[in-house]
């Protein structure tokens, strides 16, 4: 059985989903950033820098959001094109596009100080906004064309680590005036409100805290 070590609402939640959406069994350890679980002997075993989401498997302990949700769709063969298939390569430049572009300025934007304390973090949270604009607007392009990877029609490892990070650029803004909301970008709209209506979304979401359009309308 896995063991995520999660904490809700954070990057371990696009984890659990795909647990979830592949019909895995698995055990949701919930630690409290606020009690220091992060930081804690227990937890430093198994994600070394202390961060989550952290996977306990049956080759031993992952961490790093992007690791854990490719090795899952490997391993289960669900969810990502497969290693030998035709469009794997452009699949793995959009994923890894999320990964490092995406999730870094997703974090710059809803967490600023961490990187230039309180003082220069509405700076900083402009330049994560101006950055992402057109990142956004990139995915927004790819959800047009609608590979079976990135469409509404059916769930991947990317559309629901992408819906993951717009709900958090749309509803936890360091700078409120700085959300990137859906409204101007329609087909990513459609992959938000599809996602969320998944049973596996549903269900997940439900156990750390949230319900409704936690996609599309956070």
Request: hydrophobic content about 50%.
């Amino acid at each position: 059985m896995y063991v995520l070590h999660a904490v809700p609402d954070f990057a371990s939640f696009a984890v659990h989903i795909v647990l979830t959406e592949l019909g895995l069994p698995f055990r949701l350890h919930l630690l409290d950033m606020d009690a220091g679980d992060l930081d804690s002997p227990e937890h430093r075993a198994v994600s070394p820098f202390g961060k989550i989401p952290a996977l306990q498997t049956p080759d031993g302990p992952m961490f790093e959001t992007a690791a854990l949700l490719l090795w899952l769709a490997d391993r289960h063969a669900a969810l990502a094109p497969a290693p030998t298939a035709p469009d794997r390569a452009e699949f793995l430049s959009w994923f890894l596009r999320t990964n490092q572009a995406l999730h870094m300025g997703a974090m710059d934007l809803v967490h600023p100080y961490r990187t230039l304390g309180e003082t220069m973090a509405p700076a900083l949270s402009q330049v994560a906004h101006d950055r992402l604009q057109p990142e956004i607007a990139a995915f927004e392009a790819l959800a047009a064309r609608r590979p079976h990877w990135f469409s509404p029609d059916q769930p991947s490892i990317l559309t629901y680590y992408v819906a993951m990070l717009l709900r958090w650029t749309a509803a936890f803004a360091f700078v409120p005036d700085h959300a990137i909301r859906l409204t101007t970008f329609p087909h990513l709209a459609l992959i938000a409100r599809a996602m969320e209506q998944r049973p596996a979304a549903i269900s997940a979401a439900a156990a750390e805290g949230m319900t409704g359009t936690f996609f599309s309308n956070p």
